[in-house]
């Protein structure tokens, strides 16, 4: 998942933090089965779907970016 975007930044510089990112999409997909304990998400499982999902989106030219501040860092809102 690394290389130039469109605007010469790299992906990690747009990321406020590529492992948070994946993380994040790891917690969803297993807090989306937790329910269910016959199918349950294998958290190794989990990780690997995230990193699919997150390389997909990069694919089709999308980027994970912190919403708030324009330099890119993000702004907790209340």
């Known amino acids: 998942?690394?290389?130039?975007?469109?605007?010469?930044?790299t992906?990690?510089?747009?990321m406020t933090d590529p492992h948070q990112v994946n993380l994040i999409i790891t917690n969803a997909i297993c807090d989306a089965h937790?329910?269910?304990?016959?199918n349950r998400m294998n958290p190794e499982e989990a990780k690997q779907?995230?990193?699919?999902?997150?390389?997909?989106?990069?694919?089709?030219g999308f980027e994970i970016?912190?919403?708030?501040?324009?330099?890119?860092?993000a702004e907790l809102v209340r």
């Open 65 to 73: 970016v912190p919403a708030g501040k324009p330099n890119g860092q």
């Open 11 to 14: 992906r990690e510089d747009l």
């Open 49 to 60: 779907i995230a990193k699919c999902i997150i390389e997909a989106l990069s694919d089709a």
């Open 34 to 38: 937790k329910d269910h304990q016959e």
């Open 1 to 9: 998942m690394t290389g130039e975007t469109a605007i010469g930044h």
